[in-house]
């Protein structure tokens, strides 16, 4: 498609023309949860990050347990889905770009009901329908195949100008990671989700500083970050990443942009929960051992 016609589209954006009663169905609408709950589930995903990777004896703890509050808000308060329904057309769409996070995404899809939690456990196993990175043929509720960063965002575009070109009213969410910004293609598909007003896009950055290699400043600094996203054409918000209000007042904001994609930018602390993985590299892709899953446990009850 040409690029003016492309430039056409973003006009029609108004949701007018949708049909409300595609969206009424009460066996889709999620029910909110109280910040007490939400507590409670966010420690529950913690503790089958932990027990998952421990159990595979590979993994990627840090950028899992970092990005907790962004998926529990997500998959607990906000997305409208149907676990018995996976591919309901009308589906908000979460796509974890950062697809090494697969242990955080498996824990909240089973805790949804999208397969039985027993299940968890076997993660990275042969034949396991959870595998280290995700994948959409075989996993019910994921929506992209990740694991080679940078794609996630230029995916997400696709899907919400789909969504925009059939009238369906549902939005798209994409979670990135910081040290993913380091590719060339983030930055292309954010120029162009500005260029065509994708207003129905948010990404959601887990700004937790590390990356593979340790702090991204030294890797590859990234500041001024937000005003690169401003530059890019993007409202910008910044909250904690670990404030479930403050990522909650976040998605509402986001919701009332029109015109142009929403970033928020969640600060938060890779390995968030389990003190000795908290800030430290060597649990970017370490899985801990038998030892050491007894005692983030324990910190986790
Ligand atoms: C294209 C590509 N290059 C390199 C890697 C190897 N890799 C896996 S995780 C990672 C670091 C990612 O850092 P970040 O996005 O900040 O993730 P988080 O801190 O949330 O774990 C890298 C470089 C990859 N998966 N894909
Ligand atoms: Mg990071």
């Given amino acids: 498609m040409s ?14 023309n ?6 009424s169905s009460p066996a889709v609408e999620a029910k909110p949860l109280s910040i007490e709950e939400m507590t409670a589930i966010a420690k529950k995903l913690r503790r089958h990050i932990i027990s ?3 159990k595979a004896g590979s993994g990627h703890p840090g950028g899992s347990l970092s990005a907790v509050e962004i998926v529990t808000v997500l998959y607990f308060n906000l997305l409208r889905h149907n ?25 909240a899809l089973a805790e949804c009901g999208y397969f039985p939690v027993d299940e968890l456990i076997t993660l ?23 694991g080679a960063l940078g794609q996630g965002l230029s995916f997400g575009i696709g899907v919400a100008l789909a969504g925009r070109l059939n009238s369906q009213q549902y939005k798209v969410y994409v979670l990135l990671g910081d040290g993913e910004c380091d590719e060339g293609q ?16 948010v990404a959601i950055v887990d700004n937790n500083g590390q990356q593979i290699d340790g702090w991204n400043r030294n890797v590859m600094n990234l500041a001024p ?27 509402d904001r986001a919701k009332l942009v029109k015109g142009q994609p929403v970033v928020i930018i969640a600060h938060t602390v ?15 892709g370490k899985a801990p051992n038998a030892g050491e899953v007894q005692i983030a446990l324990k910190e986790l009850e």
């Fill in 83 to 107: 676990p018995e329904d996976p591919h309901w057309p009308d589906r908000d769409r979460f796509i974890l770009s950062k697809g090494h996070a697969a242990p955080l995404l498996y824990a």
């Fill in 186 to 201: 983030v930055w292309e598909a954010a120029m162009a989700a500005a260029h065509f007003k994708v207003d129905n896009l």
């Fill in 3 to 16: 690029l003016p016609e492309m430039g056409d589209l973003s006009s029609k954006t108004s949701a007018d």
């Fill in 18 to 23: 949708i049909k409300a009663e595609v969206f």
């Fill in 52 to 54: 998952m990777i421990g």
């Fill in 270 to 284: 890779k390995g968030k929960g389990v003190s000795f993985m908290e800030n430290n590299p060597d649990f970017h």
């Fill in 225 to 251: 970050f937000s005003e690169k996203w401003q530059s890019f054409g993007w409202y910008v918000i910044e909250v904690d990443g670990h404030d479930l209000s403050q990522l909650m007042e976040a998605f």
């Fill in 124 to 146: 990275r196993q042969l034949d396991s329908r959870l595998q280290g990175h995700t994948d959409r043929t075989v996993t019910p509720g994921v929506e992209m195949s990740a």
